[in-house]
């Protein structure tokens, strides 16, 4: 049994478009001091290959959330399991990504950011289903529109592995006991 049915994302494509969405945001944030925000786990491999393509003076900082809902579903009830180490106040904040689905967590985090007096709080995925957009999230910078199926690698888990995969393929559903 292969564990994927479908690589949707490659390495390269990866690549080729982080260089491309870098360009611009280094464009936007030029002569200003920039504070890359990442959700753990998932985003620390869009965060890791997206910061290194910034100048070296740009920071980086984390946060972890859980959020609850019955069964599958997001509630928008968020919790914060670490904060963040940083003073947001008069700060340029770039929020940096793996994906969005319904974008109930990360409607929260825009939220709870903006009230922390940043100077401004945009928004960067790599990935974004379409279909399953429930809330508004006002997106700045969009690597990859994808079907609505669930996926993994760089970054993206299920049950904690395949997240160390360079590409982001559709999981096979065997994997799950389908
Ligand atoms: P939402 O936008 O629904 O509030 O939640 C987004 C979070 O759900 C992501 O940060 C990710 O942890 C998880 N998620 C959503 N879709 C997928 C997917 O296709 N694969 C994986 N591995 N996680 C997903
Ligand atoms: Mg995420
Ligand atoms: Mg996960």
Redesign the pocket.
């Known amino acids: 049994m292969d564990d994927f049915t479908k690589v949707i994302v490659s390495e390269n494509d990866i690549s080729r478009k982080l260089d491309a969405l870098s360009a611009q945001i280094r464009e936007d944030y030029e002569g200003k001091d920039l504070l890359l925000v990442g959700?753990l786990k998932?985003a620390v491999m869009v965060m890791a290959d997206l910061a290194r393509r910034m100048p070296p003076t740009v920071q980086m900082d984390w946060m972890a959330v859980s959020?609850y809902g019955s069964g599958t579903k997001?509630s928008g009830v968020v919790r914060i399991l670490k904060d963040l180490d940083a003073d947001l106040s008069g700060r340029h904040v770039l929020i940096v990504?793996?994906?969005?689905?319904?974008?109930?967590?990360?409607h929260w985090l825009l939220g709870n950011l903006r009230s922390r007096g940043a100077a401004s709080v945009e928004v960067m995925t790599l990935l974004r289903?379409p279909d399953?957009v429930q809330v508004e999230v006002p997106v700045k910078y969009l690597g990859f529109e994808i079907p609505n199926?669930?996926?993994?690698g760089y970054g993206?888990?299920?049950a904690e592995r395949y997240r160390t995969l360079p590409f982001v393929a559709i999981l096979n559903p065997a994997v799950y006991g389908d």
């Open positions: 959700v998932g959020s997001s990504e793996d994906i969005i689905d319904t974008g109930i967590t990360l289903k399953a199926e669930f996926v993994v993206l888990d299920y």
